[in-house]
């Protein structure tokens, strides 16, 4: 018989019950082979094993005989009676012996935050004692003191009154879920301190250097961010000015990347000397695409008809503008897997991203759909053809969002004394790299240095979607000598950069202030979408710089020694940490 006893705490990723059996703990001895299973329980579990499944295949030959014959089922002779007894017997010993772990499973789960006893089965043979423990949270140490820490006993990070400490001791029960507290309390401030301080005492893990004064909480309430215990620190550094279109912008990029700020601002640099640069705004839609399907391919082939046919396209277009005054349908494209259609709706937003406002109008389409085609079977709103989020042909080909080129012509004297390099060698570098090496590694949309380097920082401190980098990015570069061979053509062409200016994370106060400093904060009164396609090309000419800068910095080689200087912290950790 095996022994129980009190052992150290163990990690929760090992208190699978199973396992804990086939280990041994400090101090014990190694597993002997005497401790093994005894030959004959091998013995019967075989012949019950056998049986079952003989008596399983005797009775289904017999019943497929039975039914051929047309001789009821109930008719049983006495082998038959025997097989069935065998047959139980055998299911009952199975059961037993291999089930009963699993089914307990279902019938009392355990989890990182049950009050469930632990028993832990030791290698001995002599006695057995079983001690009931609380479990620990999962995020506590393995190097653990013997004596297990309850809950309440995890030293207090922050100052509570009595009535919090209560609702906090609530919620590590669970009695109060913890998404609740701002509806409950009325005090978002309080309901970030009251959760942050019982998701340290649930995980045993201490968060003491995520920020919580300082933030205002009220603002991201039913809009940016759910269960709040803190905040994030991204510094924010300035790169320009940019000379774009004939305006001076310093561009805000947060980021915690070394050399990303600096190589930036050089390109700016660097576009400045040469005269600015320019853009141009080829596109501006953003896009959802629903997939709907039918009884047959026919049926869905004439939605498409439908669809795409220019005598529809105005009614079309008066329910769609009806989900908001700033909404203008401007294109349906319709593609068919089988019988399943997948629409993608192309539509202006104004200043804000608009992907709401397009799912808003697309369900009015297709509920106003519905009574010409009543087999049609709405399976999402999103059939991915949109397509967000995620690196797609349909967006580097189609565009989404804000499609923007921009270009400058970079002198000879500025690439050899700001760039350090020369124009013959970063038009090569680029074919050789943007160019043909991404063709080798077969990229999707990824014809440049870095582009996402930019978007992101740009993103983030402005208050965009930092997830839709990943089609924002989706940039070629094209370097080209111009002008007798002397000046450097560079430009950045990005299909499809989605930013708005209202809405979402832009309304923050961080955020807010360096749409500011860019002169595209909120809406813009008198072109509606003025802000958000202003705020495209900005990032485009961000682009644009950063790709000047790092080509250059390749081809010079200064690559790594840059981010020896920059992205290298010559502090002492140690002593950081340890004040």
Same mark, same amino acid.
């Given at each position: 018989?095996?022994?129980?006893?009190?052992?150290?705490?163990?990690?929760?990723?090992?208190?699978?019950?199973?396992?804990?059996?086939?280990?041994?703990?400090?101090?014990?001895?190694?597993?002997?082979?005497?401790?093994?299973?005894?030959?004959?329980?091998?013995?019967?579990?075989?012949?019950?094993?056998?049986?079952?499944?003989?008596?399983?295949?005797?009775?289904?030959?017999?019943?497929?005989?039975?039914?051929?014959?047309?001789?009821?089922?109930?008719?049983?002779?006495?082998?038959?009676?025997?097989?069935?007894?065998?047959?139980?017997?055998?299911?009952?010993?199975?059961?037993?012996?291999?089930?009963?772990?699993?089914?307990?499973?279902?019938?009392?789960?355990?989890?990182?935050?049950?009050?469930?006893?632990?028993?832990?089965?030791?290698?001995?043979?002599?006695?057995?004692?079983?001690?009931?423990? @609380?479990?620990?949270?999962?995020?506590?140490?393995?190097?653990?003191?013997?004596?297990?820490?309850?809950?309440?006993?995890?030293?207090?990070?922050?100052?509570?009154?009595?009535?919090?400490?209560?609702?906090?001791?609530?919620?590590?029960?669970?009695?109060?879920?913890?998404?609740?507290?701002?509806?409950?309390?009325?005090?978002?401030?309080?309901? $970030?301190?009251?959760?942050?301080?019982?998701?340290?005492?649930?995980?045993?893990?201490?968060?003491?250097?995520?920020?919580?004064?300082?933030?205002?909480?009220?603002?991201?309430?039913?809009?940016?961010?759910?269960?709040?215990?803190?905040?994030?620190?991204?510094?924010?550094?300035?790169?320009?000015?940019?000379?774009?279109?004939?305006?001076?912008?310093?561009?805000?990029?947060?980021?915690?990347?070394?050399?990303?700020? $600096?190589?930036?601002?050089?390109?700016?640099?660097?576009?400045?000397?040469?005269?600015?640069?320019?853009?141009?705004?080829?596109?501006?839609?953003?896009?959802?695409?629903?997939?709907?399907?039918?009884?047959?391919?026919?049926?869905?082939?004439?939605?498409?008809?439908?669809?795409?046919?220019?005598?529809?396209?105005?009614?079309?277009?008066?329910?769609?503008?009806?989900?908001?005054?700033?909404?203008?349908?401007?294109?349906?494209?319709?593609?068919?897997?089988?019988?399943?259609?997948?629409?993608?709706?192309?539509?202006?937003? #104004?200043?804000?991203?608009?992907?709401?406002?397009?799912?808003?109008?697309?369900?009015?389409?297709?509920?106003?759909?519905?009574?010409?085609?009543?087999?049609?079977?709405?399976?999402?709103?999103?059939?991915?053809?949109?397509?967000?989020? @995620?690196?797609? $042909?349909?967006?580097?080909?189609?565009?989404?969002?804000?499609?923007?080129?921009?270009?400058?012509?970079? @002198?000879?004297?500025?690439?050899?004394?700001?760039?350090?390099?020369?124009? $013959?060698?970063?038009?090569?570098?680029?074919?050789?790299?943007?160019?043909?090496?991404?063709?080798?590694?077969?990229?999707?949309?990824?014809?440049?240095?870095?582009?996402?380097?930019?978007?992101?920082?740009?993103?983030?401190?402005?208050?965009?979607?930092?997830?839709?980098?990943?089609?924002?990015?989706?940039?070629?570069?094209?370097?080209?000598?111009?002008?007798? #061979?002397?000046?450097?053509?560079?430009?950045?062409?990005?299909?499809?950069?989605?930013?708005?200016?209202?809405?979402?994370?832009?309304?923050?106060?961080?955020?807010?202030?360096?749409?500011?400093?860019?002169?595209?904060?909120?809406?813009?009164?008198?072109?509606?979408?003025?802000?958000?396609?202003?705020?495209?090309?900005?990032?485009? #000419?961000?682009?644009?710089?950063?790709?000047?800068?790092?080509?250059?910095?390749?081809?010079?080689?200064?690559?790594?020694?840059?981010?020896?200087?920059?992205?290298?912290?010559?502090?002492?950790?140690?002593?950081?940490?340890?004040?």
């Amino acid at each position: 018989m095996d022994v129980r006893r009190r052992q150290p705490p163990l990690p929760p990723a090992s208190a699978n019950l199973k396992q804990l059996r086939r280990k041994t703990f400090a101090g014990d001895e190694s597993p002997k082979a005497s401790d093994a299973l005894p030959l004959p329980l091998y013995i019967t579990n075989g012949v019950f094993l056998t049986l079952f499944f003989g008596v399983v295949y005797f009775l289904l030959q017999r019943w497929r005989e039975k039914i051929r014959n047309s001789t009821p089922l109930h008719v049983v002779s006495l082998s038959e009676i025997s097989a069935i007894v065998a047959f139980l017997a055998s299911f009952i010993y199975l059961l037993g012996f291999f089930g009963i772990d699993f089914v307990q499973s279902f019938i009392s789960p355990r989890s990182s935050y049950d009050d469930d006893e632990e028993v832990i089965e030791g290698v001995s043979n002599e006695q057995q004692i079983l001690k009931e423990d @609380k479990r620990i949270p999962c995020g506590i140490p393995i190097s653990l003191p013997e004596k297990k820490l309850e809950v309440h006993q995890l030293p207090k990070t922050l100052d509570l009154t009595p009535e919090d400490e209560e609702i906090v001791q609530s919620v590590v029960k669970g009695s109060t879920p913890s998404y609740s507290l701002e509806s409950k309390l009325g005090d978002c401030f309080r309901a $970030a301190k009251i959760r942050r301080e019982a998701l340290q005492r649930t995980t045993g893990r201490s968060i003491v250097g995520l920020p919580l004064d300082g933030f205002d909480y009220e603002s991201i309430l039913g809009q940016c961010c759910e269960m709040p215990v803190g905040f994030i620190q991204i510094p924010v550094g300035i790169a320009g000015p940019l000379l774009l279109d004939g305006i001076e912008f310093s561009v805000p990029m947060a980021t915690t990347e070394g050399c990303l700020v $600096a190589s930036t601002n050089r390109g700016c640099k660097a576009i400045m000397m040469s005269g600015g640069a320019a853009s141009v705004i080829l596109k501006d839609g953003m896009t959802r695409a629903p997939v709907v399907r039918f009884g047959s391919a026919r049926r869905a082939a004439d939605l498409k008809f439908f669809l795409e046919d220019p005598a529809n396209f105005e009614t079309i277009s008066l329910v769609f503008n009806k989900s908001s005054r700033f909404a203008r349908l401007q294109e349906v494209k319709c593609a068919i897997a089988g019988k399943n259609l997948y629409v993608r709706f192309t539509c202006r937003t #104004g200043d804000a991203m608009g992907m709401n406002m397009v799912s808003k109008g697309v369900q009015n389409v297709l509920e106003y759909l519905q009574s010409d085609f009543p087999d049609m079977d709405v399976i999402g709103i999103s059939g991915n053809y949109c397509s967000d989020k @995620k690196p797609a $042909a349909v967006n580097w080909i189609e565009g989404r969002g804000k499609s923007v080129v921009c270009e400058a012509v970079i @002198k000879e004297d500025i690439v050899r004394k700001v760039l350090k390099t020369d124009v $013959a060698s970063l038009v090569e570098l680029n074919m050789l790299k943007n160019l043909t090496g991404s063709a080798v590694a077969g990229s999707l949309g990824g014809f440049n240095a870095h582009a996402a380097n930019i978007v992101s920082a740009i993103y983030i401190a402005t208050g965009q979607d930092p997830a839709q980098n990943v089609e924002s990015s989706q940039c070629i570069t094209m370097m080209e000598a111009v002008n007798g #061979g002397k000046d450097l053509h560079i430009s950045v062409s990005m299909p499809s950069i989605e930013v708005g200016t209202v809405g979402g994370g832009t309304q923050l106060a961080s955020q807010s202030a360096c749409l500011n400093l860019l002169g595209v904060k909120g809406a813009n009164r008198e072109t509606a979408g003025g802000n958000a396609r202003l705020l495209a090309t900005v990032v485009a #000419g961000s682009v644009l710089a950063g790709e000047l800068s790092l080509m250059s910095a390749i081809a010079a080689g200064q690559l790594v020694r840059s981010h020896m200087k920059y992205n290298r912290s010559s502090r002492d950790m140690s002593k950081v940490a340890s004040s």
